[in-house]
């Protein structure tokens, strides 16, 4: 399950009855401008940075003018109440909570929207400010609304016939091969669309065991595939790693700590070898600048020239997007 998207809002507001001038609950240290979070962040290993120059923390989807349901959920949570504000796009419904909080706060969660506001701010100040936001509010429903239909959709892949991404390429699950181990009809290292995936199965397993004898064996390939892309820029580049290993992360290709500890999303293994070879490249070049800055871009291009296509790729996905186990 990925993680929520979140935006935090702080309002100048008064409470009830506060005469003007008079002093207002203390802002925190986003009280100027706000901005959302950026989604999806690639490593959590260094401090998290700010997006590099030129780079925009938000891109609207080019279907923004079409409408995106927004159900209530049920049951509400305990204390909650359904709420739905009129946008110039469409109407946003959402969860408020009330909170002792100093902030107006958004999330978009597995239910929808959900927003939390201090005990004295307005229903009128949290619609204002749901108005305001509703272009960013929008894009992240339609997001959630879109991962819940692939992941909908990959439920229905664990079965003979059923398809898999796997380097790029679209392979078929197979059960009741004549071997005792997993193996794909074509060539593990150059795969072909349409190569069978055989699993160790009987014709009668359910979709659970076709799932799990399925994960196993991307991930020893994702084990191998990486370790071998890993030793190459090393080799090339001179650096050094203290170990790495494979990650399971709902929201997260990567990650790299100072000390040199690299972490690979095995769910890579579903990309092209071009995108793979971007993420490891990205985490190594952590080890000499830990943030996001020009110099960090200008190190990846030196250990991967032409990674700018790849990125922009993999921008478009998030692990929780792809076939679940």
């Not at 597995?110 to 307005?122: E, K, Q």
């Not at 997993?182 to 349409?194: C, F, M, N, V, W």
Request: net charge positive; proline share 10%.
């Amino acid at each position: 399950m990925s993680s929520p998207d979140q935006l935090e809002l702080l309002f100048d507001v008064q409470p009830q009855g506060a005469p003007e001038g008079a002093s207002r609950p203390p802002a925190g240290p986003a009280a100027s401008a706000p901005r959302p979070v950026p989604p999806k962040p690639l490593h959590p290993g260094a401090p998290q940075p700010s997006a590099a120059a030129g780079e925009p923390l938000l891109t609207l989807s080019p279907n923004a003018a079409s409408r995106v349901p927004t159900p209530c959920p049920d049951p509400l949570p305990p204390g909650a109440r359904w709420r739905e504000v009129a946008t110039e796009q469409q109407p946003i419904g959402f969860v408020l909570l009330r909170s002792r909080r100093r902030s107006i706060g958004f999330v978009v969660t597995d239910d929808g929207l959900r927003v939390t506001a201090p005990n004295w701010v307005t229903l009128g100040q949290i619609d204002d400010a749901v108005r305001e936001k509703s272009r960013w509010i929008l894009t992240k429903l339609r997001e959630w609304h879109s991962r819940k239909q692939q992941l909908a959709m990959a439920h229905t892949r664990w079965q003979p016939g059923g398809e898999l991404p796997y380097l790029g390429k679209r392979i078929v699950i197979g059960v009741g091969g004549d071997s005792r181990q997993a193996y794909l009809s074509g060539d593990t290292e150059a795969p072909e669309d349409g190569d069978t995936l055989w699993l160790a199965l009987p014709s009668s397993a359910d979709q659970g065991r076709i799932r799990d004898a399925a994960q196993a064996w991307l991930q020893q390939r994702a084990g191998a595939w990486f370790g071998a892309r890993l030793a190459h820029f090393l080799q090339i580049s001179g650096l050094k790693i203290r170990r790495w290993r494979l990650s399971s992360a709902a929201t997260r290709w990567g990650s790299c700590t100072s000390d040199g500890n690299i972490m690979l999303n095995w769910r890579l293994i579903h990309f092209a070898p071009a995108i793979i070879d971007y993420v490891i490249a990205h985490e190594l070049a952590h080890l000499r600048e830990m943030n996001h800055s020009q110099d960090f871009w200008r190190e990846v291009g030196q250990i991967l020239p032409g990674f700018e296509d790849a990125k922009k790729i993999l921008r478009r996905h998030d692990p929780a997007s792809l076939p679940q186990f």
